[in-house]
């Protein structure tokens, strides 16, 4: 996942075709034709409804472009973000970007003990184990 | 009982070492407090009235004897506030006053340090572990498969089942390899860790419900349909608080192999529009209730792009179900039963005393098991000078030997707020009523009045309206003689210092809830509710009979509930049973008019 310091990200004049999402619109309202990226909001970090939108967008409906979070974006929910389909986050302003890759990599469920299939990895860790232990 | 793989030992100890980096975070004030509080209530770490309070998830109540020690050990070392600390606490509870008694004598609070407390929900919970020292707490529960994941905030709780999973002659299916499989999906599960609000999962694979499922955010019912096949009967929407609603069958009948399907739906639609701008709105119960069919027709279609579009990838292999299942396989063990009856009624004719309390015992203590040389045994942690459902470290050691001696060392904790031993051979009864008698958990009180629901209350919530503990005593006090209370046959009494309902007063056959008014301790007393079990009939919140009663006026109300039962009582009619013939009203009046003998005594001691 692409972690961004707050002054890196910008919503205009990037040449990508970019939608803003508020957290109660519905993915499946919306054209994703010709969209590069869709940033979703986190108006608080403990509203937690961006969650499903990305999952939504990424597994649902197929989106191959960008999904990058923004707003109360904080280390400790990076991993989550991730594994709900967001490729990019946005930290807010005051939060650590070495704090925030050293968070992320040591992650439960996101390095070690992913129990649950997600966005990203359908498969829950029953599948895979077993496969794995089969060959 | 599951056995922890490599991959769930290397989890909660990833856990535990992300949590110790929380909390240097915080302490070193590089995490705000307010966003280090989702983080430490995500492992269980409240903050109380005085002090922290951890709650520790047990799944579906099962521990080990040691699992039990670790958790005396935790009691012992770590439950352990500053003398300072305890004493402020408890100059600030004897502000709150005592509560008079008929008797003359009178309680007060009491607050204790080194133990345990079981909740309803078949957790464990510590009321005065220094938050400095939480991470190390953390560690030690890591080293036995423990952890506090998930036992708060705003995601999927620790799930529940009946305390008789796997033991009961009633059972249709045993839920705990369901409530295990489940417990890993929903274990940090990405997109359901920020809820709308708390979301509990109960289970139960038998014919009678004795875990409440009707009061979850999901009631899962274990059930074969006519084909013989195996599934869930689905109920959403339950739920007590300010609110209280029974949970609604959203699906009669659904494949056993396709509960986390299904469940991904029930909670996606719930995040997606549950709402989130008024906490007491925010419960799944008020979005099934204000949507009705159209949550039912959402849940049904995101279900269906679930298993069409994405394959239904949590689809429960059979491979992975008999994996789980081989944990929970039943110990080998026999008796010869013939024996067993000669001991017993050996015992049953030796000394006049015991030949009542052992009879007793088995009676109410006791339960038939589906390996008829077995039988579950709950031991009693409702007696008079401990709180309900508490047990201090030297108790905890003790039930961990006679888990060890008498049950495949083996424990559940129930709904009830006791311990039940699982696996005792019936030939070893008696060696265990003795022992437990001894350890003082041998009280054959289940499900007597005194084995009350009581949350911690006004003594250690900082939600509390008022004390829970004091008001449990002071009817504990009151019904001593074991004769009075076996003639008064087996009540529901449910005590909550606070609308949260934490003490369940709402599914009480008498439910007592702590209001405030003008900042004193009131009490509303309701009756006539259930939790769904056979004695108390289809689960719905009980009636309050009036206005609120003071402290001292409660156990008078009891008191008078309680003799209208005996005067209107037909022979061998349970209290519910003639609440529900003869109608609330002559329980209501006398309840009511109660408030005047108390006032009195209470003018009489004002005036003295």
Redesign the interface.
Known sequence: MKLLAASEHSTGATGQNVIELANDADPFQVSLEGVDRIDLNFPKFTDGRAFSQAFLLRRRLGFQGEIRATGDVLVDQLAQMERSGFDVAVLRADQDLGVAQRVLAAYPGYGVGKYQGDAIDIQPHFVTAATSSAT | MYQYTE??R???K??A??YR??LT?WQAG?LPED?FR??RLQNGWYVQRYAPMLRVAVPYGELSSAQLRVLAKIAREYDQPSAALLEDAQATQDKLGAIPLKNGQSVHSKLTTGYAHFTTRQNVQYNWIPLDKSADVMDLLASVNMHGIQTSG?CIRNITSDERAGIAVDEIADPRPFGE?MR????????????PRKFKIAISGAREDRAAIGWHDVGLQLLRNAEGELGFKVLVGGGMGRTPIIGTVIREFLPWNQI?NYLEAVV?VY??YGR?DNIYKARIKILVKAEGQRYIDDVEAEYK?IME???G??T??Q??YD?VAACFVAPTLDCDRKEADAKIAHILRAAAEDDVEFGRWLQQNVAPHQNPDLRAVTLSFKRLGQAPGDATAAQLDVAADLAERFSAGEVRVTHEQNLLLPWVRCDELPELWRAARKAGFAKPNIKLLTDMIACPGGDFCSLANARSIPIAEAITERYQDLDELHDLGEIDLHISGCINSCGHHHSGHIGILGVDKDGKEWYQVSLGGSDGSTLSGPAVPGKAVGPSFSAAEVPEVIEAVLETYRQQREAGETFIATLRRVGAEPFKAAANGARFSAARAETAETAA
Request: glycine share 2%.
């Open positions: 991959f769930d290397q989890f909660v990833a856990r070492s992300q980096d929380q975070r590089q966003e989702p983080l705003n499989i890993q999906w929903s274990t940090l599960h990405p997109e359901f860790s920020f809820l986390m996606r995040n997606r989130r792009q579009h994405d394959g990838p949590h429960i292999t491979a992975e994996r």
